[in-house]
């Protein structure tokens, strides 16, 4: 059994390779090939996970051999692969959303003529993040989360005609660069102290390794996370992402990508275990990123962007939930998956509108639209009513419980970290209301005569080009791309109270990451009931900002928070200041030292060679008389040198 | 006369005979050098008595089978174990069989059978009066620039005598290395330097630069040969023996039955240590160290040019090998005396060689100025005194000696109308002209910078680890800092062929033979071969390094 492992990586890796060397010859067929190959690796971790479930909970884990990479004494770099109840999840949500996602792409990229390569990008990524998910070394591991960057560059570029859409892939892949330096230093930290860098191995030896050991690999391991998942100081990216086609979105936002530095975070508990500072670090990271996201979310226009700054946010709840150690640790995978669920589907459900709308983002553009897409209409507010903590609804039991753990955390830190989480909720509520309500319901502001608006910040270079010249007719979109979104939904609807009732996901993954009850300071009922509460709260809000008023096709000035939300909270500006300005003038004064010093020193040191060069050369003067001379005298020092040494 | 008499005098005279034991000859063991001297000796007989036409064709035959027969034989004495297990002295004690000395007698064949190439190399020069010519005078002794001459060079005539010569000068380098007394060390030297001095002087162009070239080797040649000499006057003096063993044994007090007048001499310790300096630096003269390094670059550049490449390649084997012995087998008692020297020697030479080679504008003595600095690094791995240290020059020796004879065979390729083109700014732009040969000329230039995947880094590596290893670190840090220097002038080559703009009217590049395409692709497969996949043949040096005593 444990030999099919390999295979759930090689198969989208051969469709990969398939569909980006075969050439022009498979654009007919090429969607079904990656189609087919991304269901057969599917269909490969649904057998591998029935296996598993037919064994008990302590030999679940399974681990396959394929060769050793770098077999030099001392330095054991192996390509083996190891599944086990953590890695599963991970490969059914990735190879399931995936294909879902695939299927989808099959109308969505209907008439782009570079379909083919598309679906290899796609595929490559899927492979790259399985790799991810299954290594057993953090070596391999780093392989994966390399191929992950440079697939989602491929794909976040793919329309690279468009000069936005270069920047983004640019961006995108320059602030993953930081964070996987922080990952290449955890693994050579791990290789100096522990002198491996296998799961096994590192994580038995935290047991005994000193507590400022483990918080420097831990920092790093988050700067890492950072990067993949989008958290506070390395979120920038995640906004511009969205020049890609929606459901490199979807797959990003869902499955693969972001969800990586939770992965690799959780996978490291061992190591957060022994050092509670960077697991403190983690928490705070998670937190602010939960309430910069929800922020953002808010008041971005465009509505993939809002829902960039959701993920952003929901992913915070995730990392937060998985720097609070082991009460945290299964909240976090169960909110990743639920949330994969949730948040695939609403993408999907924007590229639907966007699709009906000539590819219009702004939202303000958008209105009364639940007549026109009844499918998406459903889906979409069913993923809605997930991600808010609609009662029953998935995102209920996950966002509910990371919040439970929050305040279990206890003291300070846990009223702080709870009373943040619960703000989010509020918030996301508010939001997600605010796109529920700006898409579907409300006026059909896309009857207007579209007005070019100068002044709005979001407007896309696509939506000028098409939307301006001609009003859109909303339509549903063709069944390949509403089945995923209704299976999806399903997910969305049932998979919190499938994993939730009964700990069913906790029995599940405790052997892995381990499992402790939290206590919270108060009821676990009044917590259920604050998060309710506040949900309700934040609807209230936004219906009565959005519902209740018409929506002006132009959004107003805004607040001085509203105007800066709208720029990312700065974060561009921040970076431009600080790290570009900063950068430019540490270069500038580098490249002073580098001319007059380091230049200086090498010419001068060149000049003086050859100045000196040319004066012994002098003394070849081709007489042979005077070459007898100089070997008379080095014969005469010779000797006395000679004579000298047994002297001394 | 009386019967009886005349059969005393018969007993009389056979008597003592008996007594005297006939000198036991090892010819076997002997076989490569033999062989060789044998061949030059039936090359002088073709010279009288086969008629001109076929000299040539004569000459080259039998200067390729012969050594080829000796590297076979060399090949077979070291398969049956003669360079390790039954390793031995031989010839009354003249002359050491073992593994240093079958190494570097193949190293010196297969670097002579690359040199028969290039010698008989006939396609480069244009075609004179309808004859072939080759980088050899038409006549000798004929005067530069006299009637003689060009009646010479009408008449077809050519040096033919440079394969004997050539022969002789490899059959003495053969037993250089070997040599086991003082005596034989001195003979062998000289009767390879002899012919090198000749074959110097008789190139068919620039002839007086040639001649010129000839007369100073000879001159500067003729008075370190007095030190070397001399300073055996001395060791003998010192020890009562030319034998190395016996020196070997005085030197460190070991001897067993002492006369009274060995007695007296053996407390005279200037005798051995000025003896020994005088001898060694007879040694350095040969491979080129500073100060004896002046004659270099005159007689390469002077030196045919073929004649150039196997001089600079197989006599710093044959010097080198003979060194090893001399600092190995008969002084290792005085490891404390020389080596301070040689370090310096080392140094200054590394250091001097590089330096002054960056401001030549000359190919060949450019060359010149990189033997020095390689000798310099050849040094450091001499004065390891550990078994690595030998191993790593056996290496050394045989990755330098084939880029150096294909290198030089490149710049016999390079040709204007006044033969070869030898001066740098004529190379300019050769990349976009003739992009093999650059390549294969890069290749080599690579090599004697030391770059990976070269044998030049090979070998480099080997000596400066040998080196470090013996306690010599500053030799190693100054070894390394002279080939950055080095690297300089050798990639400085590169860039002008391959990144400057051709002249209008450059040299153009003759298409040679296959005898110096055979040399040429011989030096660049043995260059990436010991790059690439060094260990073998380390592995057999090192088996190799051991002396017989």
């Known amino acids: ?60 884990e399974m681990t396959q051999h394929l060769f050793s990479w770098v077999p030099v004494e001392g330095f054991q770099a192996d390509v083996a692969f190891q599944l086990d109840q953590l890695s599963m999840t991970f490969v059914l949500l990735i190879s399931g959303v995936g294909s879902l996602i695939h299927v989808y792409s099959i109308g969505y990229m209907e008439h782009d003529e570079r379909r083919r390569r598309f679906f290899g990008y796609l595929n490559l990524f899927l492979a790259a993040m399985l790799l991810l998910v299954l290594a057993d070394n953090y070596l391999l591991l780093y392989v994966g989360w390399e191929g992950v960057g440079l697939a989602s560059y491929l794909l976040i570029g793919f329309w ?18 930081v964070g996987d330096m922080g990952l290449s230093i ?59 086609p929606t ?154 419980k990371i919040i439970e753990a929050a305040f279990a955390k206890g ?88 994993f939730g009732i009964g700990d069913r996901f906790i029995h599940w993954l405790e052997p892995v990451t381990g499992h402790a009850h939290g206590h919270p300071p108060v009821s676990a009922l009044t917590v259920t009931l604050s998060t309710v509460a506040v949900m309700v709260i934040g609807v209230g809000l936004a219906y009565a900002q959005y519902g209740r008023r018409p ?19 700065l974060q561009d500006d921040f970076n431009h200041v600080v790290l570009v300005r900063g950068g430019e003038h540490l270069t500038r004064s580098l490249v002073y030292v580098d001319h007059t010093l380091v230049d200086g020193v090498v010419n001068g040191t060149a000049a003086s060679m050859g100045g000196l060069s040319g004066r012994l050369r002098r003394l070849q003067n081709g007489f042979a008389r005077s070459y007898a001379v100089s070997m008379f005298g080095g014969a005469a020092v010779l000797i006395a040198a000679t004579l000298l040494m047994r002297a001394v | 006369m009386s019967a009886v008499a005349v059969h005393s005098l018969w007993t009389m005279a056979a008597d003592p005979i008996d007594k005297i034991d006939a000198p036991k000859i090892e010819y076997g063991q002997l076989s490569p050098t033999l ?11 073709i010279e009288a008595f086969v008629p001109r036409k076929s000299r040539y064709y004569a000459q080259v035959f039998l200067s390729i089978v012969s050594l080829a027969a000796a590297f076979a034989a060399v090949i077979a004495l070291a398969t049956r174990g003669y360079g390790t297990t039954k390793a031995g002295i031989v010839a009354m004690g003249a002359i050491a069989v073992d593994g240093p000395a079958l190494f570097l007698q193949g190293t010196i064949l297969l670097a002579g059978l690359l040199g028969v190439f290039t010698f008989a190399e006939r396609r480069l020069d244009p075609v004179a009066h309808g004859n072939q010519v080759d980088s050899f005078a038409a006549q000798a002794a004929s005067v530069p620039g006299s009637d003689s001459e060009k009646a010479a060079v009408k008449a077809g005539f050519t040096t033919t005598e440079v394969f004997p010569l050539l022969l002789f000068a490899i059959g003495g380098m053969l037993l250089f290395p070997a040599a086991n007394d003082l005596l034989t060390l001195f003979i062998a030297l000289e009767v390879f330097s002899l012919p090198l001095y000749l074959l110097c002087a008789v190139a068919r162009r620039k002839r007086i630069m040639s001649q010129e070239a000839a007369v100073k080797y000879f001159l500067l040649g003729a008075f370190a040969s007095a030190f070397t000499l001399f300073g055996i006057a001395l060791l003998y003096g010192y020890a009562g023996s030319v034998s190395y063993a016996t020196i070997a044994q005085v030197v460190d007090g070991s001897i067993e039955n002492v006369t009274p007048a060995l007695a007296e001499t053996m407390g005279n310790d200037a005798l051995l240590l000025i003896g020994a300096a005088m001898l060694v630096m007879g040694l350095l003269f040969k491979v080129g160290a500073v100060p004896f390094h002046m004659w270099t670059p005159d007689v390469y550049q002077g030196a045919p040019t073929p004649v150039t490449g196997f001089m600079a390649a197989a006599t710093k084997v044959a010097a080198f090998g003979a060194l090893l012995r001399l600092l190995y087998v008969v002084l290792p008692g005085l490891s404390w005396d020389w080596r301070p020297v040689m370090w310096a020697v080392a140094i200054v030479t590394m250091l001097g060689g590089a330096i002054v080679a960056i401001t030549q504008t000359d190919i060949k003595r450019l060359l010149a100025y990189s033997s020095i600095a390689h000798a310099g690094f ?172």
């Not at chain 1, 207007?448 to 939307?467: I, K, L, Y």
């Not at chain 1, 929506?551 to 909270?569: F, N």
């Open chain 2, 378 to 549: 050849i040094l450091a791995g001499v004065i390891a005194t550990s078994a690595d240290g030998i191993s790593s020059v056996l290496f050394y020796l045989g990755a330098y000696s084939f880029v150096t004879i294909g290198a030089f065979a490149v710049v016999t390729l390079v040709r204007d109308a006044g033969g070869e083109a030898t001066h740098l700014s004529k190379w300019a732009g050769l990349g976009r002209r003739s992009p093999l040969v650059a390549a294969v000329f890069a290749v080599f230039l690579l090599a004697f910078a030391g770059i990976p995947l070269t044998s030049g880094f090979a070998g480099k590596f080997a000596v400066f680890k040998a080196a470090a290893e013996g306690g010599a670190g500053a030799i190693v840090v100054v070894g390394v800092i002279s080939s950055a220097i080095a690297a300089f002038f050798y990639i400085r080559v590169i860039v002008l062929m391959f990144f400057s703009e051709p002249k209008p009217e450059g040299p153009t590049v003759a298409v040679p033979s296959p005898l110096t395409m055979t040399a040429i692709a011989f030096g660049v497969v043995v260059t990436l071969v010991l790059g690439v996949a060094p260990q073998y043949f380390l592995d057999l040096a090192g088996q190799a390094g051991v002396f017989v005593r």
């Open chain 1, 186 to 244: 955890a693994i050579m930290l791990m290789f100096a102290w522990f002198g491996t860098f296998a799961f096994g191995p590192v994580l038995e030896a935290t047991g005994e390794t000193s507590e400022g050991k483990l918080t420097a690999i831990g920092l790093m391991l988050l700067l890492a996370a950072c990067g993949k998942s989008a958290q506070v100081p390395l979120q920038s990216w995640l906004g511009d992402a969205m020049e890609g």
């Open chain 1, 551 to 569: 929506v002006p096709v132009v959004a107003p000035r805004g607040s001085l928070l509203t105007r800066a939300a709208r720029r990312d909270l």
């Open chain 1, 160 to 177: 690279q005609h468009k000069p936005s859409a270069a920047t983004a892939a640019k961006k995108a892949f320059l602030v993953n660069r």
């Open chain 2, 35 to 45: 062989i060789v001297i044998g061949a030059a000796i039936i090359g002088v007989l």
């Open chain 1, 411 to 498: 003291g300070t830190e846990g009223w702080i970290l709870g009373g943040v989480a619960l703000l989010g909720a509020a918030i996301t509520a508010y939001y997600m209301t605010r796109v529920m309500l700006m898409t579907f319901f409300g006026e059909e502001r896309w009857r207007h005569a579209p007005t070019p608006s100068p002044a709005e910040p979001s407007v896309e270079p696509a939506a000028e080009t098409h939307g301006e010249h001609a009003e859109p007719h909303p339509h549903e979109s063709p069944s390949s791309m509403t089945i995923p979104m209704i299976v999806l939904a399903f997910g969305s609807v049932f998979a919190g109270a499938f």
């Open chain 1, 247 to 400: 459901p490199v979105s979807a797959l990003i936002h869902a499955a693969t990508m972001v969800t990586a530095g939770v992965y690799l975070i959780v996978r490291s508990g061992a190591i957060f275990n022994g050092a509670p500072d960077a697991q403190l670090a983690v928490t705070v990271v998670g937190a602010v990123t939960l309430l910069f996201g929800a922020i953002v979310g808010c008041a971005k226009d465009d509505i993939k962007k809002a829902l960039a700054g959701s993920t952003m946010s929901q992913i915070g709840y995730m990392i937060l939930a998985a720097g609070l150690g082991p009460i945290g640790y299964v909240f976090a995978i169960m909110h990743l998956v639920t949330h994969g669920f949730f948040k695939a589907g609403l993408f999907l459900g924007a590229g639907s509108v966007m699709h009906g709308m000539n590819d219009e983002v702004d939202m303000r553009k958008y209105g009364g639209l639940r007549k026109y897409m009844p499918v998406t209409f459903v889906t979409f507010g069913l993923g809605y009513l997930a991600i808010i903590g609609f009662p029953g609804l998935s995102g209920f039991f996950s966002k509910d």
């Open chain 1, 1 to 60: 059994m444990e030999n099919l492992i390999a295979l759930l990586v090689v198969a989208p890796l051969l469709g990969a390779a398939v569909l980006l060397c075969g050439g022009r010859r498979l654009d007919a067929v090429g969607h079904w090939i990656g189609t087919v190959l991304a269901a057969a690796s599917f269909v490969i971790g649904a057998i591998l996970f029935a296996d598993m479930l037919g064994k008990g909970a302590e030999e679940r």
